[in-house]
């Protein structure tokens, strides 16, 4: 079992930058894959970037690949992600997901694992 736990969402304005944390208890992550996940109101939870742990290896999701990072602290056992050129857009529940795998899924049902997320909020 997998508990994670994410900070860092907040109240910011457009162009402003967020770094999310996802804190996840677990003795090694050597053998999972971390993600996080977005979710707007009335709107599917959506896949926006990946890394497998062992490797350091990433996926984003087109929309948002010049603008988020993706990052981990072994040490840690922590994953970021971070946000720059916060867009209103960009408002919803953030995620952060594990999965027992080697292989970065962009379909929420195929991961098993979730944080309760950090609401992150972009208006002016």
């Known amino acids: 079992q997998v508990q994670l736990v994410e900070s860092g969402g907040g109240s910011v304005q457009p162009g402003d930058s967020l770094r999310l944390s996802c804190a996840a208890s677990v003795r090694t992550l050597s053998t999972y894959v971390m993600g996080w996940f977005r979710q707007a109101p009335g709107k599917d939870r959506e896949f926006m970037a990946g890394?497998?742990?062992?490797?350091?290896?990433?996926k984003y999701a087109d929309s948002i690949k010049d603008r988020f990072t993706i990052s981990r602290d072994n040490a840690e056992n922590t994953v970021y992600l971070l946000l720059n050129n916060l867009r209103p857009e960009d408002t919803a529940l953030y995620y952060c997901a594990a999965e027992y795998n080697f292989y970065i899924r962009t379909s929420a049902a195929a991961w098993t694992f979730w944080g309760q997320g950090t609401q992150v909020t972009v208006s002016s």
């Open positions: 890394i497998v742990w062992s490797t350091g290896s990433t």
